[in-house]
């Protein structure tokens, strides 16, 4: 209980304009080691982007205020994402994924899945890497599992 508080208070400055919302069946927390731990049914949701996995854990370092800050996101278990990036619209899926808000960097971990849905391309590979910040993504492959990119072409008819 003496983490909850803090976290809260951390969350809610974080994001001050924004609302983060966290449910699971579950929750643990260690100030000391600055990691907070949601178990069971996890589901985020922060304004329009969501998260749903069976763990979550959530990094914590500390800023130049000596205050917590979170530094890095790990799901993992049945992981998929919505997110709304610079105008445009992510849906992903993975064995784990990172979040590293700090870098607003996206990292997907086994059976990668990213589409992005105004453009109509989509990513497969074991490995997925998304900078919100560039727009660059990388995809990493292998032999058994190649990868793979897809995307919708317009229909151009000639008259």
């Known amino acids: 209980m ?14 001050a304009n924004e609302e983060l919302i966290i449910d699971a069946n579950h929750f643990e927390a260690d100030d000391k080691q600055g990691i907070a731990v949601f178990t069971g ?10 998260l749903n996995s069976e763990k979550l854990v959530v990094l914590m370092s500390k800023n130049d205020k000596n205050e ?10 049945n992981v998929d994402f919505t997110v709304l990036s610079n105008d445009k619209v992510y849906l992903g899926k993975g ?49 058994s599992k190649p990868v793979r990119f897809m995307m919708k072409l317009q229909d151009k008819k000639q008259e």
Do not use: H
Not at 41 to 50: A, F, I, M
Not at 68 to 77: F, I, R
């Open 68 to 77: 917590q800050t979170p530094k890095k996101y790990t799901a993992t278990g």
């Open 41 to 50: 049914n996890v589901k985020v949701q922060k304004v329009k982007d969501k």
């Open 2 to 15: 003496k983490f909850l508080i803090p976290l809260i208070l951390l969350l809610s400055m974080v994001y």
């Open 95 to 143: 064995d784990m994924v990172i979040y590293e808000p700090l870098e607003s960097r996206y990292t997907i971990l086994g059976n990668g899945y990213l589409e992005e849905k105004i453009d109509g391309r989509i990513l497969y590979g074991e490995k997925i890497y998304l900078d919100e910040i560039t727009g660059k993504a990388k995809v990493v492959g292998d032999d």
